[in-house]
T-cell receptor, first 114, second 112 residues
Framework: NAGVTQTPKFQVLKTGQSMTLQCAQD?????MSWYRQDPGMGLRLIHY???????DQGEVPNGYNVSRSTTEDFPLRLLSAAPSQTSVYFC?????????????FGPGTRLTVL | SQQGEEDPQALSIQEGENATMNCSYK?????LQWYRQNSGRGLVHLIL?????REKHSGRLRVTLDTSKKSSSLLITASRAADTASYFC????????????FGQGTTLQVKP
């Protein structure tokens, strides 16, 4: 199993540009989520999904959209990038929505918005 | 708002010493997890402790949980240079949606 994969690893955008961060998992996990990690802030939940076709907002959803058309994929879209979205983005998945489940993280995407 | 808050924010020790990191959380939980992050990498799950457990071991790791104080600690014994990483506690959010809320993390440096 490849686990959780993310692309790209690095990205530089100009303010106002849009892009999609890709996330895929091959473990047949129901639960997937996106976090952003900023210095001194830990990880903050952006959006999450409990299954195909079902998504919901986390702590910091503004400026981001998600969809979950398949169990495997959970892309994160930035519609109009802003410098405040400069961060490292992590996708994670777990077998179920149970809080006791281990979350498996991707390697991250480092995004810079100029 | 963050569920877990960690202390200290940074810790520097010599190889062979023990490292202790603490985590406090706000609401009642049924479990708490600890994760490790090497520089530039994603987080890796270390250990989960349930609310009915007071202590749990995994190799050189020992985790305690005090639900009355809403706190947990992670002890790494006989540390190695390879233990240099950031360590995060994570607790379920108050809503039963499977969301984990992460602390800010403790950055551990183990000097050879």
């Amino acid at each position: 199993n490849a686990g959780v994969t993310q692309t790209p690893k690095f990205q530089v955008l100009k303010t106002g540009q849009s892009m999609t961060l890709q996330c895929a998992q091959d473990m047949n996990h129901e639960y997937m989520s996106w976090y952003r990690q900023d210095p001194g802030m830990g990880l903050r939940l952006i959006h999450y999904s409990v299954g195909a076709g079902i998504t919901d907002q986390g702590e910091v959803p503004n400026g981001y959209n998600v969809s979950r058309s398949t169990t495997e994929d959970f892309p994160l879209r930035l519609l109009s990038a802003a410098p405040s979205q400069t961060s490292v983005y992590f996708c994670a998945s777990s077998y179920s929505i149970l809080a006791a489940d281990t979350q498996y993280f991707g390697p991250g995407t480092r995004l810079t918005v100029l | 708002s963050q569920q877990g808050e960690e202390d200290p924010q940074a810790l520097s020790i010599q190889e062979g010493e023990n490292a202790t990191m603490n985590c406090s959380y706000k609401t009642s939980i049924n479990n708490l997890q600890w994760y490790r992050q090497n520089s530039g990498r994603g987080l890796v799950h270390l250990i989960l402790i349930r609310s009915n457990e007071r202590e749990k071991h995994s190799g050189r790791l020992r985790v305690t949980l005090d639900t009355s104080k809403k706190s947990s600690s992670l002890l790494i014994t006989a540390s190695r240079a390879a233990d240099t990483a950031s360590y995060f506690c994570a607790a379920p959010s108050s809503s039963n949606t499977g969301k984990l809320i992460f602390g800010q993390g403790t950055t551990l440096q183990v000097k050879p």
